[in-house]
């Protein structure tokens, strides 16, 4: 037995092969934040590590929306989350008008409109075939129509609740209370996902599309849900983002979308569908907030941000994605 | 009964059906548009259609190849960004470099679009989503706010006659031939030219089934990222237009663009899948888009459903033209067998 297969074979490089790509992400996070500490003084620290999970938690919360959807297969994307979320934090923000007692009508109107919005996308693309990016992404400029319209000729009035508020704006000490809501809703995602009867059917339309459905699965029924899952996931966030700014305005939630998709790849859930890990979603939230913040103590705004996520993704791609099969 | 299914086997054919579209949208602005036949308004409807029209053709090459570009729109913003940060207002001869970088800057989209759909083979719609931000960000590095100078000949791209000192006979020929509809006619030309040689049937080879084009020696990634390289010369040109009309670069001029080009590639009959289509009938796909917009304009819609109805119109014409191509797929299958 040579060296190199007695290597393959210990547990612990079984151990790192399965979780190779949570390692990488890691291992970039840790790259980040030491060259932020080179580069820019007093980038590594507590605290500001702390506000960067907080604000990168706003991230994986809309890459939860995608991850669910890619995984359906069907090269599946969302890129509706961003103005759903908008939708919804500029029509219950006059409902909630700053009381909490108001708080359980906000929560059924985004649910309504998610639930809308998402069956929508998905007897789309599901039933009628049509190519998911497309049809997400004409479905961002219907809502943002429909915003547009709303608030033609009058102003975003009112204020989230106070309960919204201090879910998502305010801490508990030195933890946001957002992180508590991650800590949450992690176990239960990886739990649907890897242990229930659902999570494997979703993963088996992803993954192969024919078997699913010749064991009995209806692949279309199991990709519709997927999208009507993420336009709820997606219109519930909507309520978190109003809670976090504390006024809704017309683009909140749109510049979430690309980081989304982005936090997806850097997390090295494959795009073809078939697989889901959270925790690699979240590492490439985490990833994304302090490339941002790295770009923004440097000075290059906005231009560099997008540039760099670009990039990233687009390097990203080549690693994790590319298939240069040898034909 | 021979007749009758001869009638519907007329109507079945999506390029007929097309064309009887076009005729009926193109009758109806011109009843609802005052002057609809005047010089000038024909000029200002040519004007208002011809980046549409080249983006459209420039992706339905691209999604004859088995690709879609998620780019097109941030990358005509990038080169109107280009083309007015290397123009200096006084002196006409940065416009010839200006010309010159913002090609080799087009051939550069092409490529790396190329290299990411062709070489590395990550699914187009994905990695053309990641470039298009790349573009954007540089875009936005050029000229954070709209803006820039241009050489006054540049106008030439627009309306020959605001150039001063032009010769009168190219003013009159600009009043009759608008340069749009050259720089259209020069799309066509150039598509024409490639579907000519074998680059053009191996684009078809390649969108309709990837492998056997390969099994039968050709070099199938080669030949997507030449058509990502013809998609980004249709951009070039849609550009030129763009910066000839407003005088200015602008980062998100074109965010817009991407969606219409898909949709109206779409009704002009280009399967999403590839390999199958023409790039003549994206451009008659693109003028009923056209048509179909103005006549929601001549509607007195107010303008804050502007956006809602663009993306209305996207869904709908995208489902319609899948269900009708489904069911006419399914007549002529039927018409076959009687």
């Known amino acids: 037995m040579s060296l190199v297969t007695s290597i393959r074979d210990s547990s612990a490089y079984k151990v790192a092969d399965r979780y190779k790509k949570l390692i990488i992400a890691f291992l970039l996070i840790v790259f980040l934040f030491v060259l932020g500490e080179v580069v820019v003084e007093t980038f590594f620290s507590f605290g500001q590590i702390l506000l960067t999970i907080k604000l990168a938690a706003f991230i994986a919360l809309f890459g939860l929306c995608q991850m669910v959807v890619i995984a359906s297969g069907g090269s599946g994307l969302d890129l509706s989350v961003g103005y759903t979320a908008t939708m919804t934090a500029v029509f219950t923000a006059a409902i909630m008008d700053g009381q909490n007692a108001n708080l359980w009508m906000a929560i059924l109107v985004a649910l309504g409109l998610g639930i809308v919005i998402g069956l929508a996308n998905g007897v789309l693309t599901a039933y009628f075939k049509l190519p998911p990016l497309v049809v997400t992404l004409a479905m961002a400029n219907i809502l943002q129509g429909v915003i547009n319209v709303y608030t033609a000729g009058r102003n975003i009035t009112g204020r989230p609740s106070p309960v919204l508020q201090i879910i998502a704006a305010k801490s508990s000490g030195m933890f946001p209370n957002i992180l508590f809501i991650l800590l949450i809703l992690t176990p239960i995602v990886m739990i649907i996902m890897y242990k229930t009867k659902w999570g494997l059917k979703l993963f088996g339309s992803g993954s192969n599309e024919t078997a699913a459905y010749l064991s009995g699965v209806n692949v279309k029924m199991v990709r519709c849900t997927a999208f009507i899952i993420s336009g709820t996931l997606a219109s519930l966030l909507g309520l978190l983002l109003l809670g976090n700014m504390g006024i809704a305005f017309k683009d909140m939630g749109s510049n979430y979308v690309m980081p989304s998709i982005a936090a997806v790849v850097v997390g090295g859930v494959s795009l073809t569908g078939g697989d889901g890990n959270y925790l690699g979603v979240i590492l490439g939230a985490i990833f994304l907030q302090t490339l941002t913040n790295l770009l923004v103590a440097l000075g290059w705004g906005d231009a560099g941000k997008w540039t760099g996520f670009g990039i990233v993704l687009f390097v990203l791609l080549i690693v994790y994605v590319s298939n240069r099969r040898r034909r | ?338």
């Open chain 2, 1 to 338: 009964m021979n007749n009758d299914s001869a009638l519907k086997r007329l109507i079945s054919n999506p390029d007929f059906s097309r064309l009887l579209i076009l005729i009926l949208m193109f009758a109806l602005t011109a009843v609802l548009q005052r002057n609809f036949f005047a010089m000038k308004s024909i000029v200002r409807n040519i004007n208002s259609f011809t980046p549409l029209i080249l983006l459209t053709m420039g992706q339905a090459v691209v999604i004859l190849s088995g690709g879609l570009d998620l780019s097109v729109g941030t990358a005509l913003s990038l080169m109107t960004c280009v083309l007015t940060s290397v123009m200096k207002e006084g002196a006409p001869i940065t416009g010839l470099y200006a010309l010159g970088v913002t090609f080799a800057v087009a051939m550069a989209i092409g490529m790396i679009n190329g290299v990411g759909i062709g070489y590395l083979r990550i699914p187009p719609v994905i990695v053309t989503f990641a470039t298009s931000f790349i573009w954007l960000g540089i875009a936005l590095f050029l000229r954070p706010t709209p803006g820039g100078q241009t050489v006054e000949w540049f106008q030439a791209f627009y309306k020959i006659r605001n150039v001063e000192g032009s010769p009168p006979f190219l003013d009159a020929l600009g009043e009759i031939v608008p340069p749009a509809l050259i720089l259209v006619l020069i799309g066509c030309l150039l598509w024409w030219v490639v579907s000519r040689t074998k680059t053009g049937r191996y684009i078809y080879a390649v969108g309709s089934n990837s492998q056997s084009a390969y099994e039968t020696g050709i070099n199938t990634d080669w030949v997507q990222m030449r058509a990502c390289m013809i998609n980004s010369v249709f951009i070039f040109l849609a550009a030129l237009f763009f910066v000839g009309q407003n005088r200015s670069g602008d980062a998100r001029m074109g965010d817009p663009l991407t969606l219409k080009a898909i949709a109206a590639a779409v009704v002009g009959g280009i399967a999403l899948t590839g390999g199958r289509g023409s790039v003549y009938f994206a451009l008659i796909g693109a003028l009923i888009f056209s048509f179909v917009s103005k006549i929601i304009f001549f509607a007195n819609i107010p303008n804050a459903y502007q956006t809602l109805f663009g993306g209305v119109i996207v869904i709908v014409a995208i489902a319609g033209s899948q269900i009708y191509t489904l069911s006419s797929r399914r007549t002529v299958e039927e018409s076959k067998l009687t």
